[in-house]
């Protein structure tokens, strides 16, 4: 797999590996059943947040799956829809203003990105986002990059909305308009995700702030401070999310560190 | 070493389902050797919007070899002209300075175009639902040694595994045959203890499945394997044609 990759056998030539980051931590808050906090609305698998601490093995994505899927939601879904029992099936349909408003945003939203009418295409500013959060919300984070990644996430932001070109119709199937609507989602997760790691003064996991490391450059963590989970709460695209703390208690188990030396 | 070339692409742009298709020719500069097939693609799909114009719709999504979507037909042969790798596995040096590439999307009754290269494989998770699956409850784990399976056994029931749906062996097929594939999902579940008790209504539900949907028969001509991504032997069809007959001899 490596040669056919690289061209180069790996018998032959010494690999070429650094380290990069294939995963990012966290995800869609849950609650024990896998309920997000929007009623009836369950994240199962990956998206959710709920398996896998400040760190996890490739793999472990797929047991997060496997478990939510086979073991958690057929239980805790039924919790659910017990209580639907009640509401009639008449009622089943599209009709709601709910429905209609929903529908009216979203149209909204595609034809704010359609007529911007600038010159970068989605892939150009998704690169230049991928950039920032690379250089300064990737393995390695510092106060100072941290600060920076915020006001780099919105000039990105900026050019997005004033500068974005989709090309193509709003009604066909059109992969551009699909970019770009992905990429208005990442500005905002971006954003989200450099805040959470300045707020989190600790080395932890797969969070390593430089700062806070020990003197053989493990991670340092700061347990007095920070032993909780971060959830911040949405408020708006441009508004500064709501920190809400989940405290971790541990009964079962004694917190220690990971040590792979002695 | 890396270094770059100029190619010229000969691909299939179709607007629509009912549309006219046609091929259109593209001229690309300076592709690195090193890029992946994709890159390239994407390379030209870049500049093609800077011209205002729309882009060469491709599917994709792992880039890894794992997903199955990267179904491109390149140089008349799905997946390219390496053996054992998928499209986005494909890597520019491959090709040489001046090269024409002509680019299809897969072609096969049972798998329309949606748009450019861009196919509609539903059928194959249509076959998937028929019977692609085991339903027992898990209930706690087992202990390992309780139910010993040879290495043989679990080798051959993990390369059946190995499948990913792309459906190159169907565009590859003159029938436009899904067997390869059908096969290669009954395989894997008939091979072990968890895929028992569904064996024969699998075997049935699927082929059933797949003859409902319009794909071909199988006319034993290996066009399919030898086109593989994943490498999936012929020896599946035969292991399906008994599975099959077994089935429907106890109806
Ligand atoms: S059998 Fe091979 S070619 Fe056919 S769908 Fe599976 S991986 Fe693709
Ligand atoms: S993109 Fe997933 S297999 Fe090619």
Known sequence: MYQMISDDNPYETPMMIFPASHYTMGGIWVDYELQTSVKGLF??????????????????????????????????????????????????????????????????????????????????????????????????????????????????????????????????????????????????????MAIDALNRNESCGAHFREEYQTADGEAARRDDQYMYVSCWKYTGDNVKPILIKEPLNYEAIKVQTRNYKS | MEHNISVNLKIWRQRGPKEKGQFVNYKLDNVSTGSSFLEMLDMLNQQLVERGEEPVVFDSDCREGICGMCSLYINGHPHGPVQGITTCQLHMRKFNDGDTITIEPWRSAAFPVIRDLMVDRNAFDKIQQAGGYVSFNCGGAPDANATPISKEVADTAMDSATCIGCGACVAACKNGSAMLFVSAKVSQFALLPQGQVERKRRARAMVRKMDELGFGNCTNTGACAAECPKNIPLSNIARLNREFINAKCSE
């Open chain 1, 43 to 192: 994240a199962i698998g990956e998206c959710n947040f709920s398996d896998h601490g400040a760190n996890r093995l490739g793999a472990s994505a797929l047991m997060q799956g496997l478990a939510d899927g086979y073991f958690v939601l057929p239980y805790t879904m039924q919790n659910y829809l017990s209580d639907q029992i009640k509401v009639a099936r008449s009622t089943f349909d599209t009709s709601h203003p709910e429905f209609d408003k929903a529908e009216a945003d979203v149209r909204a939203r595609i034809q704010r990105l359609m007529d911007i009418k600038g010159t970068k295409s989605p892939d150009e500013i998704h690169k230049r986002l991928g950039h920032v959060m690379w250089n300064l919300v990737g393995m390695g984070r510092t106060l100072q990059g941290l600060v920076k990644a915020i006001d780099e996430i919105e000039e990105v932001r900026k050019e997005f909305y004033n500068d974005l070109r989709v090309v193509g119709k709003a009604d066909d199937l059109n992969t551009e308009l699909e970019k770009a609507l992905r990429l208005e989602d990442f500005l905002v997760i971006a954003r989200m």
